[in-house]
């Protein structure tokens, strides 16, 4: 079936580090797919997407890569910050475009210690 | 990116009842969808608002329980009717970036619910 997992659940990093965070999805018709951030008490906001077409994006101090290989996906955040605390969410469209269903994965919570 | 509004942004209810939500948009977009968001778990796509026309429900969810309107292109409602403690939710509506299939959805800043 359908699912979007995600590697480790709460990811700690100390101030000024680098954090990844891993997604894997089964679906290998996929072809979009959007990394979210979700602080407390708000909705998700849009960090950065790619396509399937792509390996690797850039934003800013935000790297997205995609191993359709493999199935995997990770955000990488560079000089991670306090504000970059929050719960992170792959997500992916699993049907090639067919329709616009997003499929989320299960989150992971980033704690970044000063 | 659009500006999303919802309305409440958070409610506490009695089993039984019913609450529609509200979701506004400062833009025409074609896209329009709602999300539910059980307590510490990820999101759950509802269904699509289609404007002019019934909603599409995905698995699981049925219009009777979430019946939801789209009179146009900047608003939409859902409600949970017969509540129970279950439905307590954050619910989310999001919105397509464009036409494209594929476009990118942005979300509003969600209504909380608790049902007791």
């Known amino acids: 079936g359908e699912s979007v997992g995600l590697h480790l659940p709460t990811l700690s990093v100390q101030e000024g580090d680098n954090s990844i965070i891993n997604c894997a999805y089964s679906?290998?018709?996929?072809?979009?797919f959007i990394w979210y951030k979700q602080e407390s008490g708000k909705g998700p906001q849009f960090i950065i997407d790619?396509?399937?077409?792509?390996d690797k994006r850039q934003g800013q101090r935000v790297t997205v890569l995609l191993n359709k290989t493999v199935k995997h996906l990770s955000l990488q955040i560079a000089a991670t910050q306090p504000g970059d605390s929050a719960v992170y969410f792959c997500?992916?469209?699993?049907?090639?475009?067919?329709?616009?269903?997003?499929?989320f994965g299960t989150g992971t919570l980033l704690a970044v210690q000063p | 990116s659009a500006v999303i509004s919802q309305k409440p942004s958070r409610d506490i209810c009695q089993r039984g009842t019913s609450l529609t939500i509200q979701c506004q948009v400062d833009?025409?977009?074609?896209?329009m969808f709602w999300y539910r968001q059980q307590p510490g778990q990820s999101l759950t796509l509802i269904a699509t608002?289609?404007?002019?026309?019934?909603?599409?429900?995905e698995s699981g969810f049925v219009i009777d329980k979430f019946p939801i309107s789209r009179p146009n292109l900047t608003f939409s409602t859902l409600t949970v009717s017969n509540m129970s403690p279950e439905d307590s939710s954050i619910y989310l509506c999001?919105?397509?970036?464009?036409?494209?299939?594929?476009?990118?959805?942005?979300f509003g800043p969600g209504t909380r619910l608790t049902v007791l």
């Open positions: 999001s919105v397509g970036a464009g036409v494209q299939i594929r476009d990118t959805q942005y």
């Open positions: 679906n290998s018709a996929s072809d979009y």
């Open positions: 790619i396509r399937s077409n792509m």
């Open positions: 997500a992916e469209n699993p049907n090639g475009g067919a329709t616009n269903k997003l499929i």
């Open positions: 833009s025409q977009v074609t896209m």
């Open positions: 608002a289609n404007q002019g026309s019934e909603a599409t429900y």
